[in-house]
T-cell receptor, first 114, second 111 residues
Framework: EAQVTQNPRYLITVTGKKLTVTCSQN?????MSWYRQDPGLGLRQIYY???????DKGDVPEGYKVSRKEKRNFPLILESPSPNQTSLYFC?????????????FGDGTRLSIL | QKEVEQNSGPLSVPEGAIASLNCTYS??????FFWYRQYSGKSPELIMS????GDKEDGRFTAQLNKASQYVSLLIRDSQPSDSATYLC???????????FGAGTRLFVKA
């Protein structure tokens, strides 16, 4: 089944404790992206990647890191999480970048930073 | 700063009516436009995409794009209670490959 898989689905942690949210897609997609969704603000893009080893900042990259060492994986890293990073996070992928391809979303990861 | 604006709603329509959802965007250098539906607690799923001025129809859904007015809309005909969800407008910008989402419009279809 074609899908984008995020883990964990839920995480409660404390300020300053490094965490990684994994994202993997099995569709051979080139383009991958991370979003956070907060009430009233919609989806805001954190980082995106057009292909392996090519990443760029979205609108809200502060406090986050990403890497794209393999085509299928695009982990989101919070080196020193803070309470303002409490949010619902979505990973998404599309076949190629910039060609109007729709994005396929994972099921989301709900992070709570205490 | 690129922006995508949507009326947050809620928009309430009776079953069988036409629901009209609107979206405006701020930057003329835009490439592709998407409507996603998001049920509460779920991830967004694609409803329609549109790239050229005019109308695009798919079943009960029609997307309309007017680049001169920087306006994109979604019409849902014969609305059903199962259409009750939040509808997200998304704009893919040329060059940077960034995607900007609107905050979404909540739609309620009353049986």
């Amino acid at each position: 089944e074609a899908q984008v898989t995020q883990n964990p689905r839920y995480l409660i942690t404390v300020t300053g404790k490094k965490l990684t949210v994994t994202c993997s897609q099995n569709m051979n997609h080139e383009y991958m992206s991370w979003y956070r969704q907060d009430p009233g603000l919609g989806l805001r893009q954190i980082y995106y990647s057009m292909n392996v080893e090519v990443t760029d900042k979205g609108d809200v990259p502060e406090g986050y890191k990403v890497s794209r060492k393999e085509k299928r994986n695009f982990p989101l890293i919070l080196e020193s999480p803070s309470p303002n990073q409490t949010s619902l996070y979505f990973c998404a992928s599309s076949l190629v970048a910039g060609a109007g391809q729709p994005q396929h979303f994972g099921d989301g990861t709900r992070l709570s930073i205490l | 700063q690129k922006e995508v604006e949507q009326n947050s709603g809620p928009l309430s329509v009776p079953e069988g009516a036409i629901a009209s959802l609107n979206c405006t965007y701020s930057d003329r250098v835009s490439q592709s436009f998407f409507w996603y539906r998001q049920y509460s607690g779920k991830s967004p799923e694609l409803i329609m995409s549109i790239y050229s001025n005019g109308d695009k129809e798919d079943g009960r859904f029609t997307a309309q794009l007017n680049k001169a007015s920087q306006y994109v809309s979604l019409l849902i005909r014969d609305s059903q209670p199962s259409d009750s969800a939040t509808y997200l407008c998304a704009v893919l910008y040329t060059g940077g490959f960034k995607t900007i989402f609107g905050a979404g419009t909540r739609l309620f279809v009353k049986a």
